[in-house]
């Protein structure tokens, strides 16, 4: 459980933090306060909080900005911009670390080796360097002491997490498993082979496709004989961040829209295949992941942020895209409960008219002024106010689709989106259909046809059979007959005490009228004790009923 004794330093350094920008609540649940039901601080406040306790809760505020599931639009807004205010790591940590991790001479690697970084962040920060073989790479290092940081303020977020789990806000969410996921994803950031495995099959999924030419389109490669779990050597790339690109080349202007219409529509093709078919996408595609090469290719860098989609999810997402283009509350409301892990909603009104309410403000834009990726996050926040739990993953999806669009519009904002999907969704649709092996699915399904033709004789056979033998019997259960059931029942049991309780007493008052001994006049007493103990008995259930009129 979560104590003051536990990296007690860096608790009072946390409470310092919260309550120069204000925030007591947390100070309580540090102290061990009441817990109470949690008094999130305003977006920005939350923000500066987060940058100020250092790398890893400013990459805990990234992680959260994928969750729309879970927080209100403003805070999401304001997480995803999150960045850590770090300086660089100096040229001599860094040098030790790759000393101690490639254990090797640095100069039997490297030629030369920028001691500048080209960039810093909250994990790590990147070199450029050249290798012996002549081969130009990027170096991301990891920061010296990052992970023991890391790992103690886990231990302080799960204790915290323990607390906030006694409110009605943290049972609600699963506040203790929230903390668990997030702390799994930092620390699989903490393992750069990972990102190296991430980057790899991103490279290999799109080396083929159907909707874009891949030779137009790069993913860096990795140099695994150098790449370690704090050390990731990628090969370097001349170009630029999309929206610093310089497409002057062409001589009119109309060509120059011609490129920028090439690349947005080879950018839309390549992540929708990553979402729609491949089910494993690079999440996080801002302008600064997106770069436009020298030879007017296009790449995709840092691959460490991923999500994962299951065949049911797409199938599923592919419709509810078709939903929302159609402006379709009804069918919105239903892909969303299928989407959920419990598949129950406790109003289905009140969700219908979410949908309808949002998508309401859509029916009179044209769709090149439809914001698609603003639809998705409006949906995931109707989940949440109808506390509807879908797979945490789909915050990544909407992460991914909103810096797409975003990256995408900045770029070319004569962009119409519904242009780039249309052509793909028919194909889609056909995957869905008929899958990618359409003889497979083809033979499966003649041999399905082929059961129910065999069957089926059979079948209405015995219909028949036990029709005309009348020995075919109808099961029905109908809930809500059951509390009908027990109010008979109890009628019932009323009315009878009622008959044995008038007989009780006709048969006491015959006794007494013509007893000449003794022992009658005992066993009228009784009878009377007994329907006078029944009456009142009678009495007090019907009046704890509630139904005396």
């Known amino acids: 459980m979560f104590s003051l004794t536990q990296t007690s330093a860096r608790q009072r350094e946390i409470i310092e933090v919260v309550l120069s920008n204000g925030w007591d609540y947390m100070r ?40 729309p599931d879970i927080l209100p639009p403003n805070y999401i807004k304001a997480l995803t911009a999150l960045q850590a205010n770090v300086p660089p790591v100096s040229w001599e ?61 886990i231990n302080l977020i799960k204790g915290i997490a323990e607390l906030v789990a006694l409110t009605e806000f943290g049972q609600n969410y699963d506040i203790v498993k929230l903390a668990d996921e997030f702390s799994q994803a930092i620390k699989a950031e903490l393992k750069f082979t990972k990102e190296a495995n991430y980057t790899d099959k991103i490279r290999q999924n799109l080396s083929e496709s159907r909707w874009f030419d891949p030779q137009q389109l790069v993913i860096p490669k990795v140099y695994w004989d150098l790449t370690t779990d704090k050390i990731l050597v ?42 729609y078919l491949d089910g494993f996408f690079h999440a996080d595609p801002h302008p600064g992941n997106i770069f436009y090469l020298d030879d007017g290719r296009i790449a995709i860098i840092d691959c460490g942020m991923v999500g994962k989609l299951d065949p049911r999810t797409q199938q599923i997402l592919t419709e509810l895209l078709l939903a929302i283009f159609d402006l379709d509350a009804q069918g919105c409301t239903q892909l969303t409960i299928e989407l959920s892990e419990s598949g129950k909603v406790e ?38 106010k109808n506390r509807l739990k879908v797979p945490g993953n789909l915050g990544l999806y909407a992460k991914c689709l909103a ?29 869905q259909l008929i899958g990618d ?17 065999l069957k089926t ?42 008959i044995v309780l008038g007989s009780l007493i006709m048969g006491a008052a015959i006794i007494s009228i013509g007893s000449s001994t003794q022992e009658l006049s005992l066993i009228s007493s009784v009878l009377f004790a007994a329907a006078s103990l029944l009456g009142v008995w009678l009495i007090i259930s019907i009046l704890r009923s509630g139904r005396l009129k």
Do not use: C
Not at 35 to 56: C, D, S, T, W, Y
Not at 94 to 123: H, T, Y
Not at 408 to 431: S, V, Y
Not at 470 to 490: C, I
């Open 28 to 67: 309580g649940l540090l102290t061990l306060g009441k817990a109470e039901n949690p008094q999130v601080p305003p977006p920005e406040v939350l923000r500066n909080i987060l940058v100020e306790l250092g790398p890893f809760y400013v990459k805990l505020g990234q992680i959260l900005s994928t969750r």
């Open 93 to 153: 940590a860094i040098e030790r670390l790759l000393r101690q991790e490639l254990q090797q001479p640095i100069e039997s690697v490297f030629s030369n080796i920028n001691q500048d970084p080209v960039a810093a962040g909250s994990i790590g920060q990147i070199h450029r360097a050249t290798l012996t073989s002549g081969e130009e790479v990027a170096i991301k290092v990891q920061r010296p002491g990052i992970d023991k940081i890391v790992e103690q303020d």
């Open 234 to 275: 990628l090969e370097w790339l001349y170009g630029k961040p999309i929206l610093q690109a310089d497409l002057t080349i062409p001589e009119s202007r109309k060509s120059i829209e011609k490129k920028k219409q090439e690349i947005t529509t080879l950018l839309f093709r390549a992540f929708f295949q990553q979402l």
């Open 347 to 384: 109003s289905l009104e009140k969700l219908r008219n979410d949908y309808e309410q949002i998508l309401r403000k859509y029916y009179d834009l044209s769709l090149s002024q439809f914001n698609f990726s603003e639809v998705v996050y409006e949906i995931l926040q109707i989940a949440r």
């Open 403 to 431: 810096n797409l669009e975003g990256a995408a519009r900045q770029f070319n904002p004569e962009i119409n989106l519904f242009d780039e999907i249309k052509p793909l969704m028919t194909d889609l649709f056909r995957r």
């Open 437 to 453: 092996t359409p003889l497979q699915t083809s033979l499966r399904t003649v041999l399905d046809l082929k059961s129910i033709y």
């Open 457 to 498: 004789p059979r079948q209405i056979d015995i219909l028949l059979d036990r029709l005309s033998s009348e020995t075919l019997q109808w099961n029905f259960r109908l809930k809500e007959l059951e509390p009908l059931r027990r109010s008979v029942d109890a009628s019932a049991n009323r009315l009878s005490f009622s």
